[in-house]
């Protein structure tokens, strides 16, 4: 009995310690030099071989009496073996702090292939052992005999099939710092392990036999993990990373172009040696793009380019904004949404949900669709009060207050900036409310400003394709006396533009913020919550809702700013100043978060 147990305990914990070895002597190989890391994997499955051959002759010297070798007490712990191992290895590494749930190296993608594994190990362990219960198919046998011709010693198919290509496929996970796959890999390679210990508690066949073809079995499984490389590559264990970033960029929208020219550098300043970052965007803008900001662009509907970049994909990246709303459609959400979810399936490392506005959200399972995504980000930072309370009410924990991209702005980028010209700005867009009674209405307000302080009319189009023709229409309806003039901004020209302007009516939102960053006094005219919010955090007075919206209303907003001269620039700056100092914490976070 003592010797039973002696060997079933050497039996389950030498292949447990042999993989856990090899995790722990791979770990860390990201830092090692390619001709490093081959040494130190050609090493360790040389150790692990030799590990488990010598564990197992121990077992062999334990059990090989008399009494074993006429079968009349028999070794009863083999289908024991074959499991206690496979069970210690997942517990041991589910302890380690990288697998627990707070870290999300587990997808919904592992959990499936966990319960496929589980199946493929009900067959393993039943197919274990003296007597099987499930028959050798014809083509194993065939393959067999094939093997037995032609070698000195045939090895066991788990070994060179299995195991062996498992813990090949392990280390370069391990390398590539993918703990979920890693976990998945390093269960599969026990297999290796556990079949060349049992090997030696089948006392009839000679220990040099077993020692030959474990040898065989580690020499065989090499060149099939090899080959199993490339495969693997598709889903993301060999490629050079990428961080793909998310948003509504290509479309003109100065507004949403800035987010991108203000978030690219902060990720490139944070990137990894092999990365590089990819812009999901219009497609006839990916050019562009790419020069411009030094990224590769690929078509936000081309699913031939998209589905090769998730599956590389090591970061991704929500990119400011609101695209997390259905005001605009029922389409936005979802799409936006299928991201997070395909990054969850495929294990993406960092989740990143920076600097967004989110709503209104009020269609059917929209919300819970938000909160699923939004949770399932490691980095939620959302850029105003509104959005944060908002997913706090759904249920997001850990939702940090930020500020707009725009906003993320470092003291050597204040200035200066032009001097103000005889203009007075116009932002508008379109919107339903926005009748051409109204329309009209403000056009003849904005005339007798002009004409009063002999000033020329800037419309400027922030998003000229939705823009331009609404504005027109504000032209056709100004006194024919009054000079108007196009400019269509950009996110190159857009503080440029704003800051030559004596004053700005403003609808769009990036519109109020170039406002504010320029220190040029401008009247709100509020289309979303977003805007509203905005007015309200900054504690800026002057705006009012299409609820409001009078000719009287507007030209009271007009003759104060004008009555407070100079004061009204120094009240800019006031209201500017909590939203900056908001947006140099969302900077700080936003580089704290990859420290941890």
């Known amino acids: 009995l003592v010797l039973k147990i002696s060997a079933l305990a050497l039996g389950v914990m030498a292949p447990a310690i042999a993989v856990l070895l090899f995790y722990r002597l791979l770990e860390g190989s990201e830092n090692y030099s390619m001709g490093q890391f081959i040494l130190a994997l050609l090493g360790g499955l040389v150790l692990v071989t030799t590990f488990c051959v010598s564990a197992g002759l121990g077992i062999h010297g334990l059990l090989c009496s008399s009494d074993f070798l006429l079968k009349l007490n028999q070794f009863s712990g083999v289908k024991l073996v074959y499991l206690a191992p496979l069970v ?40 274990s052992g003296n007597f099987s219960p499930i028959p050798t198919s014809a083509a194993e046998h065939s393959v ?7 070698l000195p010693v045939r090895p066991r198919t788990k070994e060179f099939l299995v195991g062996y290509p498992a813990l090949l496929l392990l280390a370069f996970a391990l390398r590539r710092k993918q703990q979920a796959w890693s976990f998945l890999l390093a269960i599969g ?43 693997l590559w598709v889903i993301r264990f060999l490629p050079g990373s990428s961080v793909l970033v998310v948003g509504y960029y290509g479309y003109d929208n100065a507004g949403d172009e800035i987010l991108l020219s203000r978030l690219v550098p902060h990720l490139k300043e944070q990137l990894e040696e092999d990365m590089e970052i990819v812009v999901l965007a219009r497609s006839s803008a990916c050019e562009n793009i790419a020069a411009k900001l030094g990224v590769k662009a690929i078509g936000r509907y081309d699913i031939t380019a998209i589905v090769p970049e998730l599956l590389r994909c090591r970061w991704l990246v929500y ?16 799409y936006y949404s299928f ?35 939004v949770n399932n980000c490691d980095f939620i930072q959302v850029r105003d009060e509104n959005s944060a309370s908002l997913l ?17 702005r470092r003291p050597e980028e204040e200035g200066p900036f032009p001097d103000r010209k005889a203009r007075l700005g116009v932002a508008l867009r379109p919107d339903k409310r926005l009748t051409d009674g109204k329309l009209k ?16 009319v800037q419309l400027l189009a922030f998003h000229p394709e939705f823009d331009k023709p609404l504005l027109k229409r504000f032209a056709s309806m100004l006194p024919k006396d009054v000079n108007s003039e196009f400019s269509e901004v950009t996110a190159d020209n857009m503080l440029e533009v704003t800051a030559s302007c004596r004053l700005v009516i403003c609808m769009r939102y990036h519109a109020a913020l170039a406002a504010l960053v320029t220190l040029t ?9 977003k805007t509203e919010t905005l007015y309200e955090e900054c504690g800026w007075s002057h705006w009012l809702t299409f609820d409001d919206f009078s000719g009287e209303t507007i030209s009271e907003h007009l003759d104060a700013i004008k009555a407070e001269g100079n004061q009204a620039s120094k009240r800019v700056k006031e209201a500017r100043a909590p939203l900056l100092r908001r947006g140099r914490l969302a900077r700080e976070s936003f580089t704290e978060y990859f420290l941890i």
């Not at 990288?98 to 594994?117: Q, T």
């Not at 209405?441 to 002999?454: F, I, S």
């Open 441 to 456: 209405l403000l056009a003849e307000v904005v005339g007798k400003a002009a004409k009063k302080r002999r000033e020329r």
């Open 319 to 334: 990119g400011g904004g609101s695209i997390f709303q259905d005001r605009t459609g029922w389409f936005s959400l979802p």
């Open 521 to 529: 006094p401008f009247v709100g005219i509020s289309y979303d919550p």
């Open 88 to 127: 210690l290895v997942t517990w041991v590494l589910l302890m380690d702090l990288r697998f627990r749930p707070e870290k999300r190296a587990v997808s919904w993608l592992h959990v499936v292939l966990g319960v496929a594994i589980l199946g493929v190990g009900a067959i393993y362990i039943l197919r």
């Open 339 to 373: 991201f997070a979810i395909a990054a969850q399936l495929v294990a993406v490392e960092r989740r990143l949900f920076v600097a967004q506005g989110v709503g209104p959200v009020t269609k059917t399972f929209m919300p819970a669709l938000t909160t699923h995504v």
């Open 392 to 408: 706090k009410s759904w249920g997001v924990e850990n939702v940090l207050l930020g500020a707009d991209l725009a906003l993320w």
């Open 144 to 150: 067999r005999d094939k093997m037995d011709m032609r």
């Open 189 to 231: 390679g026990t297999v290796a392990c556990v079949s060349t210990v049992n090997s030696f508690c089948h006392l009839t066949c000679a220990p040099d036999v077993n020692v030959a073809r474990s040898f065989i079995g580690l020499v065989f499984g090499l060149p099939i993990g090899l080959l199993l490389l490339p495969i």
